[in-house]
């Protein structure tokens, strides 16, 4: 309970702060947010030592895997990684300087809707210190205070670059506290940050799914993010076969651990016997293993069996589910029991069968003759993502700049009172 | 404990039968939608007579005041109205519709961001029969089915209605599940539905600040509301004076109870001797008390003084809270500190200061020289509204048939695969 209380404390310390800092940012112009994230790029190269010094003692006490300690790890090529993604940032177009509509009421009154700030954000990530980085670099841009609740393995990566990008905030006029970093790792403080109404305005959880379920289902702050990216691809009978294959191949393997991954491919039966062999030939090649209905492993022998619950798996490995459908309609079917609302794709020649996939899927992505592997902010041209969103309210699929942002009205009139 | 799963059950009953409902409405064309308006419109009138003997049933038993009585009692005229507005629904643009951004990326694909059902809405509501009419219509016409939980006192209309809509519904073609009303009007009901995450995809609710923050405060929902309406006029120095007061007292007594009615006045120190005697006397005429701070009672000798927490206060009523401010600074200051973020205005002939206040505010709708009860769907064009956003994400401000829907991705490709 002491500790309770001790990190709310905490978090209304920085809360007000941020709030404070967001209210200056806000009202900020674009030259200015833009010569601070100039000067949170020079400040990240100007303190590349304390930051590999402090990345030591993060590596140093690290046990975890190899695969987590090389995300963990940094180096100068990393850090220079991270001042580049600050200045490319930059250069993106202002999500504050949109007029998202505009008109004039019969009585006068103009109306714009414009868009503006969220707020305070608060971001629980993992144990990438880039994250940290990235993340203070959108919302400044977008012209929101940050709170950033790392993972405890890279506590004293973070604060060094917290540290550094605050004083290059600084040093171009902005206010420091537009991006803080939690005072602890305790889980007290996350917890704090969940019951944070009123502190909070959003809070964008990036991790694994019980992470992100955890906040979820917690959180009293209203939550941007995705839990599980359970995609498919759907092969319709009237797909080119040659363009299936590349479609799977690349949507299963190009990288397995990313969200839009697919981890289920649907194939119609009428083509099942023709083309399956040579996909499963092709990704067994590259190492996938499978877990398939009945009726593909009639037309592929040898495939271990899929239970229903294979189909509800994300699996981000090289594992895929297969089953047979007959039809946009079972296979819609299908990604309705079993989806994420996430990402799906259609592999097919006949446009009405693809505009059918299209109008009835429901998820946040969905494509027709493309990889799902290209859900991504920087593929979609948002030039950087904060993460990806399968909610339903205010931003889905990559969030970007612009899904950082939020809308107010602005009414000008001559006099006009209401009749 | 009993209760509450029997409550969570029914709940679940009605959103699985609303979640398949939505899906079939999300795909119907929009000549279905307004058909079914249509028809919804006509069961109304058939069934007038059981509307009215329903209603009659609710008003026998009410016990409250006279107000609310009137607000639950239905005649024929008022059925005629309801009607009227479900075919006004049936006649503004589908909100489905819109493509809200369409590109190309170099590699070829086209990305098109497009309008789409939320899902399943729950809408929380109190005792005016119509609420229910009129929610039905925007989410039907917006694509979502929807699920109200009106109050007890008007539970006998809320069904006739409720009926009425599903059979026209049902004579359409589209699923009548598409509208739904609690099976009761138990307490436990309303906890199902603010812990329906997964069942529910957003709650509305409407009713008094304790309704609404109560919502707020449990739901393991998305929300969309606004608590308090404590909206703000500020008079500037270079205010037209009879623009100042006649705006002033549109704000405040046109209607008293209303959310974008304006429940404190600021004004300048410059011009507080010159013109605030004349507002007040305006405003005393149409029957307004005061709560002024001591530099406005200093002006206008006699006012009630003003409590810090009067600044606070969302009266609903003919009171008007005054402080006089050195300038729009201040006044931004005094919102800041003391507003709710749904509607305040500047009144000024200096385009400067109002550009100041319009960048310096943070609400959902800021105006210069327009009466704040303008902060309306009807007034802004949008046809109709089912409630005011006081949030920070999705929608802000009148929440019509746009802000009922969400967006999602439609990819177009030739066959790309993600290097």
């Known amino acids: ?22 209210r200056v940012l806000a009202r900020s112009s674009e030259a200015a947010r833009n010569g601070a994230l100039a000067a949170m790029a020079a400040a990240l190269r100007d303190h590349q030592t304390d930051i590999l010094s402090a990345n030591e003692a993060d590596v140093g006490a690290f046990n975890g895997t190899n695969a987590l300690r090389d995300r963990l790890t940094l180096n100068p090529a990393r850090v220079e990684a991270m001042a580049k993604g600050l200045e490319d940032v930059a250069a993106l177009p202002d999500p504050l300087a949109r007029t998202l509509a505009d008109w004039t009421r019969p009585n006068g009154l103009r109306i714009q809707r414009v868009a503006s700030p969220i707020g305070v954000i608060g971001m629980i990530y993992e144990s990438r ?68 109404a009123g502190l909070l305005d959003l809070i964008i959880p990036r991790g694994g799914t019980s992470l992100v379920e955890r906040v979820q289902r917690e959180a009293r702050v209203p939550v941007l993010a995705h839990a599980e990216g359970l995609c498919h691809t759907y092969v319709h009978e009237a797909a080119d076969p040659s363009m299936a294959r590349a479609i799977v191949v690349n949507a299963k393997m190009r990288r397995t651990g990313i969200c839009g991954a697919t981890e289920t491919l649907l194939i119609d039966r009428s083509i099942a016997a023709a083309q399956l062999p040579a996909i499963v ?40 589910s297969i089953a047979v459908v007959d039809g946009v309609d079972q296979a819609l079917a299908h990604i309705a029991r079993h989806g994420s609302e996430h990402t799906d794709a259609i592999v097919t020649e006949d446009r009405d069968t693809a505009d059918r996939f299209l109008r009835g899927s429901d998820g946040a992505v969905t494509l027709w003759n493309a990889s799902t592997q290209f859900c991504d902010g920087g593929e979609f041209g948002f030039g950087a993502e904060i993460g990806i969103a399968t909610g339903r309210l205010h931003a889905r699929g990559p969030v970007g700049l612009e899904q950082l942002t939020t809308y107010r009205y602005l009414v000008t009139g001559t006099g006009q009172v209401r009749p």
């Open 281 to 320: 030939a092709d990704l067994r090649a590259l190492g996938c293993d499978f877990r398939a209905d009945a009726q593909a492993r009639m037309v592929v022998p040898g495939l271990k069996p899929a239970s229903e619950a294979d189909f509800d798996t994300e699996w981000l490995d090289a594992i895929l």
């Open 129 to 196: 210190p880039n994250v940290g980085a990235d993340a203070s670099a959108l919302c400044l841009k977008s012209g929101n205070a940050v709170i950033l609740r790392g993972g405890s393995d890279s506590a004293n990566s973070a604060k060094a670059i917290n540290l550094a990008l605050q004083q290059g905030l600084d040093a171009s006029g902005l206010p420091p506290a537009c991006i803080q970093v939690s005072p602890n790792t305790d889980r007290a403080f996350v917890a704090a940050m969940l019951a944070g």
């Open 1 to 22: 309970m002491h500790i309770e209380t001790e990190a709310t404390q905490q978090l209304q310390r920085a809360a007000v702060a941020a709030r404070a800092a967001a």
